[in-house]
């Protein structure tokens, strides 16, 4: 079995969270939408909690934790974090099993290998996921400030990816956001721009590579429409995917025969 079921359940400062699967297990990446509307989502696309085995935790941002204590005590999941994350999540003590999180160490769970790696972001201890079954690898790749090695090089190895494009650098500079604001953002700990995210795109995406989501869009600085229609003239035969900050995506079936072909 080489192929993995994807989805964002929800994308954007409001909440980030994406499920990343097989037949029979599946994990979330993030967990920042309520346990109901999670429940909700994944039914409406034919999905189940019951296959769901673990939640891994990216930083301790609101938007990617704000349901974890409800979610990961309701069906006693495993929540994989770092543990200076855990220290400033504030998630209270024995609702749910809580298991250390390392960089670079994979994390087993049936055929599904997480593998969680440092990024660039103003949190205590961040980091992006690489999850793989056999030779299918997806990877989550949001709130992160620039694409520095690691990230350049787990991308390079992606069947599919989210991607974060978080704003339009014309947008951000002529918005209402405070000067403060707008230089966190695009200061190198903040989130990458469009352009960044193409940049990316264009220089690592690996030929194999069949679908995108661009995710963690700005409702204030980005437009779907633009930001779809940039990466687009560029997809070279990848799927380019607009995650939605207020509903689930489609469920996408990610395999990873490209690579076998090619060796």
């Given amino acids: ?4 079921f994807i989805t964002s359940l929800n994308s954007g400062s409001n909440g980030n969270c994406y499920y990343i699967g097989n037949e029979q297990d599946a994990v979330l990446v993030d ?6 509307e999670t429940e909700k989502r994944l039914r409406r696309l034919g999905l189940s909690m019951d296959t769901v085995r673990a939640i891994f935790i990216s930083h301790e941002h609101s938007d990617h934790i704000r349901g974890v204590p409800q979610l990961a005590r309701k069906y006693q999941l495993p929540v ?5 994350t855990y220290l400033q999540s ?3 003590d024995g609702w749910f099993p809580v298991r ?12 599904l290998r997480i593998t969680a790696f440092p990024k660039l972001h103003d949190a205590c201890d961040p980091h992006s996921f690489l999850v793989s079954c056999h030779d299918t690898r997806v990877g989550v790749f949001t709130d992160i400030g620039q694409a520095c090695e690691q990230v350049v090089s787990y991308f390079s190895r992606c069947h599919a990816a989210f991607l974060e494009a978080n704003y339009d650098e014309d947008m ?8 403060y604001l707008k230089r966190r953002i695009r200061g190198g700990m903040g989130h990458l721009s469009n352009r960044q995210a193409l940049d990316l ?10 679908h995108v989501l661009l995710s963690h869009l700005s409702k204030e600085n980005n437009c779907p429409v633009r930001t779809r229609d940039l990466f687009s003239a560029h997809q070279d035969g990848t799927e380019v995917i607009v995650a939605s900050r207020f509903e689930e995506t489609p469920v996408f079936t990610i395999r990873g025969q490209e690579v076998e072909e090619l060796l």
């Fill in 172 to 179: 951000l500079e002529s918005g209402r956001y405070p000067y």
């Fill in 201 to 210: 795109f264009r220089n690592h995406k690996p030929s194999y590579m069949s």
């Fill in 100 to 111: 250390t999180l390392e960089s670079h160490e994979p994390v087993q769970i049936g055929d």
């Fill in 80 to 84: 994989y974090i770092t543990r200076r």
């Fill in 31 to 36: 967990a920042g939408i309520s346990c109901r």
């Fill in 90 to 92: 504030g998630f209270p």
């Fill in 1 to 4: 079995m080489r192929q993995l």
